[in-house]
Nanobody
Framework: QVQLVESGGGSVQAGGSLRLSCTAAGYTYNTDCIGWFRQVPGKGRVAVALTRNSNTDYDDSLEGRFTLSLDNAKVTLYLHMNRLKPEDTAMYYC??????????????WGQGTQVTVSS
């Protein structure tokens, strides 16, 4: 059974930093498409950063503030978030898919971790 477990969310003031982690159980990322999404109440999930075969795409609105990384064992995915803004407030989800990077195709999702940025 595949499980993705996020951690590292919390409350921070604008300008601060957080690092989110997503550890996979029963799964290794290998050449799959993996990444982070975020969702605010009333809206759909939006891809923040997706990577596959060492190619990473970021949401343009991030302006280079977030960085995705993967540990060498390919079981823990990180999202390093810097210069956080109130508009970054959202529930953040990690996700993995053996196939495409199309958002609607993702097979595995974590439970989410809340990030709240105060002004």
């Amino acid at each position: 059974q595949v499980q993705l477990v996020e951690s590292g969310g919390g409350s921070v003031q604008a300008g601060g930093s957080l690092r989110l982690s997503c550890t996979a159980a029963g799964y290794t990322y290998n050449t799959d498409c993996i990444g982070w999404f975020r969702q605010v109440p009333g809206k759909g999930r939006v891809a923040v950063a997706l990577t596959r075969n060492s190619n990473t795409d970021y949401d343009d609105s991030l302006e280079g503030r977030f960085t995705l990384s993967l540990d060498n064992a390919k079981v823990t995915l990180y999202l390093h978030m810097n210069r956080l803004k109130p508009e970054d407030t959202a529930m953040y989800y990690c996700a993995a898919n053996p196939g495409t990077c199309i958002s609607s195709d993702f097979a595995y999702w974590g439970q989410g971790t809340q990030v709240t940025v105060s002004s």
